[in-house]
């Protein structure tokens, strides 16, 4: 069963330009969350999203950040007009639905920099 | 602290010695996980414990929570070079409906060095 797959694992990007990380979860996971972690601190909440759903986006940034996790394919995290502020580590984690599967999942991540 | 500090910042040891790690957070919690992450990589899932436990082992692994000092430790036992890292306590909140909100909120971390 393979893990929590996460592409591109490094993207650099000039500013203005867009930005698109791409996560498949687990095999049989439906809840898919995004981390965002800057150098040297802990990982941030920003999306959580189920199959075509948004369940809390308290966590992303209102102006340029979306996030979708369609019927079929990957979750994708997209960036808009990219600032040199953006750059950091993004983790994409899947965990199981259901009491009792709190677990969460990680992918490799994908390091993000704004040139 | 925020909600999941951990403390020491930084730790240091010799191969063989225990490693303790200490957690604190701020709100009611359904869970709590440990998770370890190598320099530059991925997160790995060390261990869950819920609210309503007290004590967990896995391996070389005992975490402990006490939810009314709202505080929880992390020990490794008998440490090795490959134990070297950066661990991070995540907390996970329970919402107005009983249930997960789902986001896990994490602490700055513990970097762990252990020289052989």
């Known amino acids: 069963n393979a893990g929590v797959m996460q592409n591109p694992r490094h993207l650099v990007r000039r500013r203005g330009q867009e930005a698109r990380l791409r996560c498949s979860p687990m095999?049989?996971?439906?809840?898919v969350y995004w981390y965002r972690q800057l150098p040297e601190e802990g990982l941030k909440f920003m999306v959580y999203?189920?199959?075509?759903?948004?369940?809390?986006e308290s966590g992303m940034p209102k102006e340029r950040f979306s996030a979708e996790f369609p019927k079929e394919g990957p979750s994708i995290l997209r960036i808009q007009q990219v600032v040199r502020g953006d750059s950091a580590a993004y983790f994409c984690?899947?965990?199981?639905?259901?009491?009792?599967?709190?677990?969460?999942?990680f992918g490799p991540g994908t390091r993000l920099l704004v040139l | 602290s925020q909600q999941g500090e951990e403390d020491p910042q930084a730790l240091s040891i010799q191969e063989g010695e225990n490693a303790t790690m200490n957690c604190s957070y701020k709100?009611?919690?359904?869970?709590l996980q440990w998770y370890r992450q190598n320099s530059g990589r991925g997160l790995v899932h060390l261990i869950l414990?819920?609210?309503?436990?007290r004590e967990k082992h896995s391996g070389r692994l005992r975490v402990t929570l006490d939810t009314s000092k709202k505080s929880s430790s992390l020990l490794i036992t008998a440490s090795r070079a490959a134990d070297t890292a950066s661990y991070f306590c995540?907390?996970?909140?329970?919402?107005?409906?009983?249930?997960?909100?789902?986001?896990?909120?994490f602490g700055q971390g513990t970097i762990l060095t252990v020289h052989p």
């Open positions: 095999k049989g996971h439906s809840h």
């Open positions: 709100t009611s919690i359904n869970n």
């Open positions: 995540a907390t996970d909140a329970w919402n107005a409906g009983g249930t997960s909100y789902g986001k896990l909120t």
């Open positions: 984690a899947s965990s199981l639905p259901g009491q009792g599967q709190e677990t969460q999942y």
């Open positions: 414990i819920r609210s309503n436990e």
């Open positions: 999203l189920q199959k075509e759903n948004i369940i809390d």
